[in-house]
């Protein structure tokens, strides 16, 4: 029998229905949420991801603004950039497409980003904030698997999962929301030795290596739950993710195909931090 899909373009929808009607009810009150988009330099596939998102916010009503800066933007160019968006009161929510050229310092840069706009979930703050269980605007990959699991009914508590990646944007944070919600946690990474012996014992197998099919059925427990969160181009260049998908279909329960998986439920995610921020400036200038 063939493993359940997990349609992340369908729950994503589903989604993102809500946070349109959350957007509709912030205009009534004078208020249109709006995120900026900070890309520096001409990455092509930076460009896609960047017209993706901004088409998003436009489909359920959003403002949004690209800010598009040359390769040779200076870091404190940009730093000057951002602060110009921290002031702004039509802007909720800044993005700063990763990665950044490379004389520029991402951890400054992020840092800068106001914490009350950080919609990514990626400066300082909010992730100390998320590790201490806080209220905090969530990394939207992270973020948006758990949405995942939660629509499929897949239970998390008592569950082993496992974690193959540790990068500061999917692979941590992934765990610390998982342990959360009552998983057992384990992390394994490119200098795991035996790594499936390591996956084996995952219910929900998370692979967030950026490695193209690098999960095969000798990494796959019958029955387990594989989320896929690569975003790869194999050698026709056609897009896939971290799972070989043929190999593990049939021996997983339920997984995630790339493309309509996790990725559009990383930008729905996006939309839904980028409106509570709107909520939360409205929610504010009440109280004053
Ligand atoms: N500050 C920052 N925040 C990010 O969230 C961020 C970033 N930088 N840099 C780049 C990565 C990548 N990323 C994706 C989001 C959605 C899809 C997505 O929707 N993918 C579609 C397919 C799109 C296609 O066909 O190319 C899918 O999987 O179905 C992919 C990739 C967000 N990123």
Redesign the pocket.
């Known amino acids: 029998m063939s493993s359940a899909i997990i349609n992340?373009?369908e729950i994503g929808q589903e989604i993102r229905n809500s946070v349109a009607e959350r957007v509709a009810r912030l205009k009534e009150q004078g208020l249109t949420p709006g995120l900026a988009v900070v890309l520096v330099g001409d990455n092509q596939a930076?460009a896609?991801?960047v017209k993706?998102k901004q088409k998003s916010c436009e489909a359920i009503g959003m403002f949004s603004e690209l800010v598009k800066l040359p390769e040779t933007t200076t870091q404190e160019e940009l730093l000057a950039q951002i602060e110009l968006l921290n002031e702004r009161e039509d802007i909720h929510g800044i993005?700063?497409?990763?990665p950044l050229p490379k004389h520029i310092d991402e951890d400054t840069v992020i840092a800068t980003i106001a914490v009350e706009k950080d919609v990514?979930g990626?400066s300082p703050v909010s992730v100390g904030k998320m590790m201490l269980g806080q209220e905090t605007f969530l990394p939207?990959?992270p973020f948006g698997v758990m949405k995942l699991l939660e629509y499929s009914g897949i239970e998390i508590a008592g569950k082993h999962a496992v974690i193959v990646g540790r990068s500061h944007i999917v692979g941590k944070p992934m765990g610390q929301l998982l342990l959360q919600k009552d998983a057992t946690v384990t992390y394994t990474h490119s200098k795991t030795p035996d790594l499936p012996s390591f996956t084996k014992q995952a219910d929900i197998l998370i692979a967030a290596v950026g490695r193209a099919n690098f999960i095969t059925k000798e990494h796959v427990k019958e029955g387990a739950v594989v989320i896929d969160v690569g975003?790869n181009r194999d050698e026709n260049n056609k897009?896939c993710g971290d799972v070989n998908f043929s190999d593990v279909d049939g021996i997983a329960s339920h997984i995630t195909p790339?493309?309509?998986?996790?990725?559009?439920m990383?930008?729905t995610m996006?939309l839904f931090n980028t409106v509570q921020a709107a909520e939360y400036t409205l929610a504010s200038k009440v109280q004053q």
């Open positions: 992340g373009k930076s896609t991801y993706n993005l700063v497409q990763l990514d990626f939207c990959t975003i897009l790339v493309p309509g998986g996790v990725g559009p990383t930008i996006l």
